[in-house]
């Protein structure tokens, strides 16, 4: 990922964990929990995105993000700002945005809906790699037989998510 120069980030506390929310100029970059995979290494240590709790981007996620896991909001309305990924992770991401709350989908389907079946796996890493948790609906992705899958956040939190939109989760027997 290639994030804007004028990335800045900020906390913020949620029942799922601390969120980490970055945002450049035209929108939100980045939405991870403290402990996902793939974090960027600009969130701390030398070259670390300026904090701040000033930026509006920031600020608006941040609310919308307590309202949503809150269930007082059932979808985000931010600008986002995802140039930072290839034109395939960025189609990617543009398909996980069409998958409507409390509804799932397979990595298989989003493939197929990309005119690219056999890019199951692309499409996997992409999902896996999407810098914007929660407003860009990744969780809402399982195995073809159904099953929860690997997700960057923890598959504690992906049940927690598909709980929260009522879309009946795969009981905790079949994450082996």
């Known amino acids: 990922m290639h994030y804007p120069t004028d990335t800045v980030q900020s906390r913020c506390p949620s029942p799922l964990g601390e969120a980490r929310l970055a945002a450049s100029s035209l929108g939100l ?86 005119g690219k079946p056999s890019s199951v796996r692309a499409v996997g890493a992409a999902v896996g790699r999407n810098p914007v948790s929660v407003a860009v609906p990744c969780h809402r992705v399982l195995g073809s037989d159904g099953s929860l899958t690997g997700y960057a956040g923890g598959l504690e939190r992906k049940r927690a998510l598909l709980r929260l939109e009522e879309a009946a989760p795969p009981p905790l027997s079949t994450d082996s």
Not at 67 to 95: K, N
């Open 29 to 114: 970059v980045g939405l991870w929990f403290d402990g996902q995979r793939h974090l960027p290494a600009q969130l701390d240590g030398p070259g670390a995105w300026p904090a701040t709790d000033a930026h509006p981007v920031l600020r608006e996620a941040a609310r919308q993000l307590q309202e949503y896991l809150g269930g007082t909001r059932t979808c985000f309305d931010l600008s986002l700002d995802l140039r930072g990924g290839t034109p395939f992770q960025q189609a990617v991401w543009r398909a996980l945005c069409a998958i409507p709350r409390g509804r799932t989908t397979s990595y298989l389907a989003i493939a197929q809906a990309l």
